[in-house]
């Protein structure tokens, strides 16, 4: 687990990644906004950002518009690091899309669950299923790139399996499989949790998005695609 | 151990090395911090004030350090509010507070090091 670390002030960054790497995490500071985004630009991946608020130049609030602004990094969770009595940070920072803050001075009992909370939110999968290997492998990279987490199957029971154990936020099958085709698959997973959206894909004129739509799926996409309509795609049913 | 040690040895989780590498990061940066505010008071430059008096607050929150930090609190509210007109006074009193702990903390570390 990584955390990016963005304070301008070398006792604070000092504090916040002791505690953090006394319990096992992987840390990367950054004494600005602007530092912080230029290392993520680098295409580094961290699971959670710790930001403080008051900075010169790049404050915490223009870091977050920056990071929600950009595809790739909006689902980072970012975890605000505000003032006793500030407020009007946290509910500007709520609106403005963090998904926790801390009150400073950080206590390592306050920061690691709420480290754990906003991680696992962000650890929910997208679940590929297709009995083509080669089309899984590039669906996963597609959307990997996209910093998605992903899980892939080889078949509908294999799928089942894996939504037993993972918090899957989205669903993405082929239709034609052997054993279990795409449309029980998609009852199955209804009837166990009608929330999670699952998106459908198939050959080109063997299905069409009525029959998908019809049969309770909640997208449809034919076969061949580019990577960036699936993209888009996970991206709108991404809840 | 002054209880300004005592409490930045509890944010610190118990680690007795790391508290003492903030004490020292702390008595090695807060006279630039301070000089920043003076002369941010002088110049007339609340934002700048700002800034500094919010870094400062943040550290000695972190020791407990509480009439220090009430006076950082007050200069950060008077930058804000873009009236220096009391800061001076406020000034003043925070940097005789931080001589006080700067003293806690020298002894502290003397005694960390035996």
């Given at each position: 687990m990584k955390a990016l670390v963005v304070d301008d002030d070398e006792f604070q960054l000092k504090l916040i990644s002791s505690i953090l790497e006394k319990n096992s995490y992987e840390v990367e500071l950054a004494s600005s906004g602007k530092a912080a985004l230029a290392f993520l630009d680098k295409g580094e991946h961290v699971d959670v950002i710790i930001s403080d608020v008051?900075?010169?130049?790049?404050d915490g609030f223009s870091l977050l518009r920056a990071l929600k602004f950009d595809r790739r990094l909006t689902r980072i969770p970012v975890i605000f690091c505000t003032s006793l009595g500030d407020k009007s940070s946290i509910v500007k920072g709520i609106q403005a899309g963090i998904t926790d803050y801390l009150i400073k001075p950080i206590k390592e009992s306050s920061l690691l669950p709420k480290l754990q909370r906003a991680t696992e939110a962000a650890y929910r999968v997208v679940l590929v299923v297709d009995d083509e290997e080669i089309l899984t492998a590039l669906l996963k990279k597609a959307l990997m790139r996209e910093h998605y987490r992903v899980l892939t199957a080889g078949s509908g029971k294999e799928a089942l399996e894996l939504l037993t154990d993972n918090e899957v936020a989205v669903v993405l099958s082929d239709i034609?499989?052997?054993?279990?085709d795409g449309f029980e698959l998609l009852a199955e997973i209804k009837e166990i949790n009608t929330k999670i959206p699952v998106l459908l894909m198939s050959g080109?004129?063997?299905?069409t998005e009525n029959d998908a739509v019809s049969a309770g799926a909640d997208g449809f996409i034919p076969k061949p695609f580019h990577n960036t309509q699936i993209v888009a795609l996970v991206q709108a049913h991404w809840q | 151990m002054s209880a300004y040690s005592d409490k930045l040895l509890e944010f610190a989780g118990g680690d007795e090395r790391l508290a003492e590498e903030l004490i020292n990061l702390f008595i090695e940066n807060y006279p630039a911090i301070i000089a920043t505010m003076e002369n941010a008071i002088q110049e007339q430059d609340p934002q700048t004030l700002r800034m500094a008096a919010h870094k400062l607050k943040g550290e000695l929150g972190c020791m407990g350090a509480e009439t220090a930090r009430d006076l950082a609190v007050t200069l950060e509210t008077m930058a804000t509010n873009d009236d220096l007109s009391d800061a001076g006074k406020a000034m003043g009193k925070l940097r005789s507070e931080l001589t006080v702990l700067e003293v806690a903390l020298d002894q502290d570390m003397r005694a960390l090091a035996k």
């Open positions: 008051m900075m010169p130049h790049m034609c499989m052997p054993g279990m080109r004129g063997q299905y | -």
